[in-house]
């Protein structure tokens, strides 16, 4: 019973560089977002989706893009990575369904910039 | 714009003492309400929520949440708190209905000791 999957968990880059943090989920949920969590911050949603082919902007898209060609995948691409962007980076997936509304989280990618 | 307050950042506490957590959210037509935990290193877990019907909420391990429309508050509580209960505690309210766009709180870091 994976749930929702993160790869990689920890990661180093350089600035400028680029990367895409993998998010599967395996629970057949229409809906996926992604979040990252800073110190005294709490968590602050970046992009979201309400469906394969469909993804929008949240609190704070910049310097992130996403796709959703798949019900399962949503990755999270840094074009070129900045040191504002170390931070812990959370996936999450929900179902449509009122009664079931609840987000199931990933454990978490890691990623400092420097 | 929509916010969720958790004025305690750190709240420290005895093992079998009682606790409270708090949280405020700006007020809107409708709401559903959730606690999440993190336990170190950690993805988040929910705790409990509120969607609609009876204004208490429990948990499976002790903890209850109060929704209060007119003090716009949904405070955690928990009568006798154990050293396993510490953890870090997110608020967080959605206003779509849904759990795909969560605003979350700053947190509370709960130590619990001897």
């Known amino acids: 019973n994976a749930g929702v999957t993160q790869t990689p968990k920890f990661q180093v880059l350089k600035t400028g560089q680029s990367m895409t943090l993998q998010c599967a989920q395996d629970m057949n949920h229409e809906y996926m977002s992604w979040y990252r969590q800073d110190p005294g911050m709490g968590l602050r949603l970046i992009h979201y989706s309400v469906g394969a082919g469909i993804t929008d902007q949240g609190e704070v898209p910049n310097g992130y893009n996403v796709s959703r060609s798949t019900t399962e995948d949503f990755p999270l691409r840094l074009l070129s990575a900045a040191p504002s962007q170390t931070s812990v980076y959370f996936c999450?997936?929900?179902?449509?369904?009122?009664?079931?509304?609840?987000?199931?989280f990933g454990q978490g990618t890691r990623l400092t910039v420097v | 714009a929509q916010s969720v307050t958790q004025l305690d950042s750190q709240v420290p506490v005895f093992e079998e003492a009682p606790v409270e957590l708090r949280c405020n959210y700006s007020?809107?037509?409708?709401?559903?309400l959730f606690w999440y935990v993190q336990y170190p290193n950690q993805g988040l877990q929910l705790l409990l929520k509120y969607l609609s019907g009876s204004t208490l909420v429990e948990s499976i391990n002790g903890f209850e949440a109060e929704f209060n429309k007119s003090q716009t508050s949904f405070h955690l509580r928990k009568p006798s708190v154990h050293i396993s209960d510490t953890a870090e505690y997110f608020c967080?309210?959605?206003?779509?209905?849904?759990?795909?766009?969560?605003?979350f709180g700053t947190g509370t870091r709960l130590q619990v000791t001897l």
């Open positions: 007020s809107s037509v409708s709401v559903y």
């Open positions: 999450a997936s929900s179902s449509p369904t009122e009664m079931n509304t609840e987000a199931f």
């Open positions: 967080a309210v959605t206003y779509t209905g849904t759990a795909s766009k969560l605003t």
